[in-house]
C-alpha cells in the first residue's frame, strides 16, 4: 500500500491563481480530511469527508472546495488564491468516519497523515 | 481558550535518556481521544500513540508511553531511551465526541525536541 498519497509537493501561485491539491489513499478508508499547517497554530480542519460522495466545511473551510467522488480520492481546489493561503496542507484518512454521538474515548481511530503540500501564493 | 496547551516551544534531551514533553487539554466532553503525532525535518505527520478518555491504564507504544492523568486533564508522552532519530516536532491532539462525525482532531501548537549527542 502507498498509503496517503499527495501531489504536489511544493507549489508557488500567483494571487488569483487556481489550483487543485491532490490526495489519494489506497487503504479504503471511508474517511478524509483536509488540514492546514501555519506556525505556532497546529493543524487546523479545511474540510472532511466521511465517504464518497460526501464533504462537509471543518474549521476553515472559506477559499476551499473540495469533492469526493470515489472513495480513493479527495481533491481540494483553491478557487483564487490569496497569501493568507500560503500554508502547508495535510491530508488524512481513517478507516471509518466518527459516529456521531459517539463514544470517542472507546473509538481508536487513526488518522493516517499524507506528506503534506507546501504552497506559497505571491 | 486553548483546547490543547503545550507549554514547552523547544526541549533539549541527551541520547539514551528520558524526556517528557507536557500537554494540557480543556473539554467539557466525558468522552474524547488524545493523540501525539511526531513531525520530523521531512514534513510528514507520524502517529505514535493514542489514549481514549475511558481507559483505565496509560498507553504504551515501545517506547513511547503516554501518562495520563484525567482529573488534572493532562497527557504527557514519555519517550524512554531518547534517539538520535527522535529529533523532531512533536503534536498533542485531541477529538471529542462534541465534534460529532467531523473527526476533527484539535492540535497543540507543538514542542520541538532535539537530541544531543
Known amino acids: 500500500n502507498a498509503g496517503v498519497t499527495q501531489t504536489p509537493k511544493f507549489q508557488v501561485l500567483k494571487t488569483g491563481q487556481s489550483m487543485t491539491l491532490q490526495c489519494a489513499q489506497d487503504?479504503?478508508?471511508?474517511?478524509m480530511s483536509w488540514y492546514r499547517q501555519d506556525p505556532g497554530m497546529g493543524l487546523r480542519l479545511i474540510h472532511y469527508?466521511?465517504?464518497?460522495?460526501?464533504?462537509d466545511q471543518g474549521e476553515v473551510p472559506n477559499g476551499y472546495n473540495v469533492s469526493r467522488s470515489t472513495t480513493e480520492d479527495f481533491p481540494l481546489r483553491l478557487l483564487s488564491a490569496a497569501p493568507s493561503q500560503t500554508s502547508v496542507y495535510f491530508c488524512a484518512s481513517s478507516p471509518h468516519p466518527p459516529l456521531p454521538g459517539g463514544t470517542v474515548g472507546l473509538d481508536y481511530n487513526e488518522q493516517f497523515f499524507g506528506p503534506g503540500t507546501r504552497l506559497t501564493v505571491l | 481558550a486553548q483546547k490543547i496547551t503545550q507549554t514547552q516551544p523547544g526541549m533539549f534531551v541527551q541520547e539514551k535518556e528520558a524526556v517528557t514533553l507536557d500537554c494540557t487539554y480543556d473539554t467539557s466532553d466525558q468522552s474524547y481521544g488524545l493523540f501525539w503525532y511526531k513531525q520530523p525535518s521531512s514534513g510528514e505527520m507520524i502517529f505514535l500513540i493514542y489514549?481514549?478518555?475511558?481507559?483505565?491504564q496509560n498507553a504504551t507504544e515501545g517506547r513511547y508511553s503516554l501518562n495520563f492523568q484525567k482529573a488534572r486533564k493532562s497527557a504527557n508522552l514519555v519517550i524512554s531511551a531518547s534517539q538520535l532519530g527522535d529529533s523532531a516536532m512533536y503534536f498533542c491532539a485531541m477529538r471529542e465526541s462534541l465534534s460529532g462525525n467531523t473527526g476533527k482532531l484539535i492540535f497543540g501548537q507543538g514542542t520541538t525536541l532535539q537530541v544531543k549527542p
Open positions: 469527508s466521511v465517504g464518497a460522495g460526501i464533504t
Open positions: 487503504m479504503n478508508h471511508e474517511y
Open positions: 489514549q481514549g478518555s475511558y481507559d483505565e
